[in-house]
């Protein structure tokens, strides 16, 4: 059985996923009417902000930041669809739009990595679909005086992610990453509508999934640890597991130290550049977060490393070149017992 490329490369190398698109979008200083172009011109509600919408109206901006990473030395970018569902997009009144929205991100993403990969022979650029966690909640009441209140059903999430995933497949994406995950809930719906679309489609891909720690009681916000969490999705044999975003790199590792020893896949960790300093902006510079990773580089935690918040292009270079030659973690062989969880883990052998 042919190894799929992106295995080939976590076998042979610690890889490199890229680093922020937010922060970067917004060096570009864009206005209202770049979020608009020319379709959008007499959209009734206002849209600066809605990244995503880029991937339609600016999309040499945001190819321009994939191009960027690849040159720093991604191995892997992922596309601009953190927001790219029914749900999130009804924030803007652009729900109609989802499968357009994706299947450009995807688009710019493609352009990105086959430029690179001209201009140097021999390189294989990947191309993650990024599916990110909802502005909406299956597992917790946004009302604290209802707390039987939910946002939102399983179905109307079960519908969103397929719609988002039907059309990051079609686009052609290499893997798709269900990432910044705070609810192991809507992770599942975005497990399973995977599942039923690889099943729809005749079509399988490496299924990366990221997990985020809230705070430092080393918990889900909906109250898992990071056993548990495990616990929760090993069933859906993902590629590979991880923890990115919430915390900087140096208070994540007791988690990763953790998830490397439970996982029978392999392990990614992209923090944010440190904690959001009382501007709103992360002060780790690249050096700093590339210490970290490199760390646990050497400690034999990590597959994949690279950088959520505030990471740049910079940041990824240093990361790059911190794990540069350092060997990738071996998975880990579990021994057969049934694994439960709750909000903690369950194991009985």
């Known amino acids: 059985m042919s190894v799929h490329p992106l295995e080939a490369l976590f076998r042979e190398r610690i890889a490199v996923l890229d680093g922020a698109m937010g922060s970067m979008i917004q060096t570009c200083n864009l206005t209202e009417a770049d979020f608009r172009g020319d379709r959008f011109r007499d959209h009734p509600h206002d849209l600066k902000g809605n990244n995503d919408l880029l991937c339609l109206t600016r999309p040499d901006v945001i190819e321009r930041i994939h191009a960027d990473y690849f040159a720093a030395g991604a191995d892997i970018v992922e596309t601009n669809t953190f927001s790219s569902t029914s749900i999130a997009q009804a924030d803007y009144k652009l729900e109609a739009i989802v499968t357009d929205l994706n299947a450009a991100a995807v688009a710019c993403a493609r352009r990105a990595a086959q430029a690179t990969e001209a201009a140097t022979p021999g390189r294989r650029c ?10 909406r909640t299956l597992s917790m009441s946004p009302d604290v005086n209802r707390p039987d209140f939910r946002a939102v059903t399983w179905d109307q999430v079960l519908a969103a992610y397929t719609e988002q995933i039907r059309a990051l497949v079609a686009g052609g994406v290499d893997a798709l990453l269900v990432e910044t995950i705070f609810d192991t ?48 999705i090993r069933h859906a044999r993902p590629f590979s597991v991880g923890i990115n975003c919430a915390l900087g790199g140096a208070a994540m590792r007791p988690y990763v130290e953790e998830l490397a020893g439970l996982a029978e896949c392999h392990v990614t960790c992209y923090p944010n550049a440190g904690l959001p300093n009382a501007f709103g902006g992360y002060d780790e510079t690249p050096a700093d977060m590339a210490a970290v990773l490199g760390e646990f580089a050497r400690a034999g935690f990590v597959n994949l490393v690279g950088g959520c918040c505030g990471s740049t292009p910079d940041h990824i270079r240093a990361i790059a070149a911190a794990v540069k030659g350092l060997p990738p973690r071996a998975a880990v062989k579990a021994a057969p017992a049934l694994r439960l969880s709750g909000l903690e883990p369950l194991s009985i052998a």
């Open 185 to 232: 809930l809507n992770c599942k719906a975005a497990l399973f509508a995977i599942e039923s679309v690889f099943e729809e489609t005749g079509t399988r891909l490496p299924v990366m999934i990221s997990v985020t720690i809230t705070d430092a009681s080393g918990r889900t916000l909906s109250g898992q640890t990071i056993g548990a969490f495990y616990h929760s």
């Open 126 to 135: 990947f191309v993650a679909g990024a599916i990110g966690p909802l502005n």
